[in-house]
């Protein structure tokens, strides 16, 4: 099947990180043109992909400062003549200890999490649409914890909830328009950090026993599910929401009892 998405511009956020790093060479395969974007490692990670023989650049800005944000959209459209895939892939969350209850939950991190993946999301959507023609998508990626809230991290629970309904309502307003928006949410994958996350103390036999399929899932499986949404394969899926979790949200138990 042709995925359409030969020569075509595709914008990642946090581009250099564990998964959007498998986003960008996952849509560089398929011939695509990367924007890396990136608070850290934007030039690195589109140095890596050119010396592969691919076509990307890097633009290193803060997805929380929307005038940066305007200024960066604006500087790849006229880089690259438009802006076919935005994936809204940055994000952060409290590592292992801020992770509290509620009532002792850092209102820094509060604050710095809910601008990060919420007000980010917005501000880089808000700023990609005017270049996104007929046939163009949007793939925003929350969590299963926007879907079924883990303890001790209500502001990562609280802001990948919002990206959920925030890409629904713009997958609405976006249609006539031709333009489809899609949001994906990962499980746990494994990668160095959330690696480190589950160690010891038989963390990582607890977290297992939740997932059907028993493992965590690879940056690949998270880029390919990427690559699919904004494909022309996806042409008539707008406004959904795809766990990409090795059945975690199915909801029942994942051990005979
Ligand atoms: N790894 C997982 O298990 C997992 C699970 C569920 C959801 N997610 C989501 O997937 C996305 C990618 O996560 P990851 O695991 O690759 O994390 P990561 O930390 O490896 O990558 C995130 C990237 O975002 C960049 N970034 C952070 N703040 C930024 C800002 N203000 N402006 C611009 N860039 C910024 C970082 O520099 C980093 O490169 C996140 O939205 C995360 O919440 C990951």
């Not at 581009?15 to 960008?24: E, R």
Request: aromatic letters at 8%.
């Amino acid at each position: 099947m042709n995925l359409g998405l030969n020569g075509k511009t595709v914008v990642i956020t946090g581009g250099a990180g564990g998964l959007g790093s498998a986003m960008a060479l996952a849509f560089a395969k398929e011939g695509a043109k990367v924007a890396v974007c990136d608070l850290r490692g934007a030039e690195q990670g589109a140095e890596a992909l050119k010396e592969q023989g691919f076509s990307a650049r890097g633009y290193a800005f803060d997805i929380t400062d929307i005038t940066a944000v305007k200024g960066a959209m604006a500087q790849i459209a006229s880089d690259f003549g438009t802006i076919d895939v935005l994936v809204n892939n940055a994000g952060i969350n409290v590592g292992p200890d801020e992770r509290k209850h509620v009532d002792e939950f850092s209102d820094v991190w509060w604050e710095r999490i809910l601008k990060v993946d919420l007000d980010g999301t917005y501000h880089c959507t808000k700023c990609a649409l005017p270049y996104m023609k007929e046939g163009s998508s949007v793939v925003n990626i929350s969590s299963i914890v926007g879907m079924i809230p883990l303890r001790n991290q209500c502001a990562f629970a609280a802001a990948k909830a919002a990206v959920i309904n925030f890409t629904k309502a713009v997958a609405m307003e976006v249609a006539p328009q031709g333009v489809r928006a899609n949001v994906i949410c990962p499980g746990t994958i494994g990668i160095a950090i959330t690696k480190a996350l589950w160690q010891g103390n038989g963390a990582m036999e607890g977290l297992l026993s939740h997932i059907p399929m028993a493992r965590q899932g690879s940056p690949e499986e998270i880029a390919n599910a990427t690559v699919f949404l904004a494909s022309d394969a996806a042409s008539y899926i707008t406004g959904a929401v795809l766990p990409v979790d090795g059945g975690w949200t199915c909801g029942g138990f994942a051990r005979n009892f």
